[in-house]
């Protein structure tokens, strides 16, 4: 009996469970880039496919999650109606009130990332700094790229959480010029 069991872990696993465990593991959302980076031999049509597939097999399962698109990739994340175990657990979101300021910066970043510090510096006519620094607390604004020899500065994008807390699937959904016109 102890063979068999060495034979079954020698077995390589399914490509959907070796999906799901890169997904697991959680860190940045995952896309299909990244998996075909990760899983030699791995298309896009085969990663869309899998997650799909277990998507449908967690939903005939009644599990309490799903594997969830966003802008910057796949993410596993807790059902709607399961919400609530988390806050439980956790607590609810506190409300936390953002300046017309910080709001300001934050909708710069928004609609230009990557930006810099300087580019944002810029457009406002003051240091911004500190205000970054309370986006990047928040999780509304992250650093997505560091400081190299070519560039001086860090360039910062938005997060998942900035798309979740505006209810938004993705930056393209980010109201355009012609949109706030009509208002």
Same mark, same amino acid.
Not at 32 to 56: K, W
Not at 144 to 165: K, M, N, Q, S
């Given at each position: 009996?102890?063979?068999?069991?060495?034979?079954?872990? +020698? !077995?390589?696993?399914?490509? =959907?469970? #070796?999906?799901?465990?890169? @997904?697991?593991?959680?860190?940045? *959302?995952? %896309?299909?880039?990244?998996?075909?980076?990760?899983?030699?031999?791995?298309?896009?049509?085969?990663?869309?496919?899998?997650?799909?597939?277990?998507?449908?097999?967690?939903?005939?399962?009644?599990?309490?999650?799903?594997?969830?698109?966003?802008?910057?990739?796949?993410?596993?994340?807790?059902?709607?109606?399961?919400?609530?175990?988390?806050?439980?657990?956790?607590?609810?979101?506190? +409300? !936390?009130?953002?300046?017309? =300021?910080? #709001?300001?910066?934050?909708? @710069?970043?928004?609609?230009?990332? *990557?930006? %810099?510090?300087?580019?944002?510096?810029?457009?406002?006519?003051?240091?911004?700094?500190?205000?970054?620094?309370?986006?990047?607390?928040?999780?509304?604004?992250?650093?997505?790229?560091?400081?190299?020899?070519?560039?001086?500065?860090?360039?910062?994008?938005?997060?998942?959480?900035?798309?979740?807390?505006?209810?938004?699937?993705?930056?393209?959904?980010?109201?355009?010029?012609?949109?706030?016109?009509?208002?």
């Amino acid at each position: 009996m102890p063979h068999e069991t060495q034979e079954l872990d +020698a !077995a390589p696993p399914p490509l =959907a469970r #070796i999906v799901e465990a890169l @997904l697991f593991v959680g860190g940045a *959302p995952l %896309t299909a880039a990244r998996a075909c980076e990760t899983i030699h031999g791995l298309t896009e049509v085969q990663f869309t496919e899998a997650v799909a597939a277990l998507n449908t097999e967690y939903r005939g399962q009644g599990r309490p999650y799903l594997i969830q698109a966003q802008a910057q990739g796949n993410v596993m994340a807790l059902r709607p109606r399961f919400k609530p175990v988390l806050e439980k657990m956790y607590g609810g979101p506190r +409300a !936390a009130r953002l300046s017309p =300021a910080i #709001i300001d910066v934050l909708a @710069l970043v928004a609609y230009r990332q *990557p930006a %810099t510090r300087q580019e944002i510096d810029t457009l406002r006519g003051h240091d911004c700094g500190s205000m970054l620094r309370q986006l990047v607390r928040r999780g509304l604004v992250a650093v997505v790229h560091r400081a190299d020899a070519d560039r001086r500065e860090v360039t910062y994008g938005t997060t998942a959480r900035f798309l979740e807390l505006f209810k938004l699937r993705s930056l393209d959904d980010l109201p355009q010029t012609q949109d706030l016109q009509r208002l």
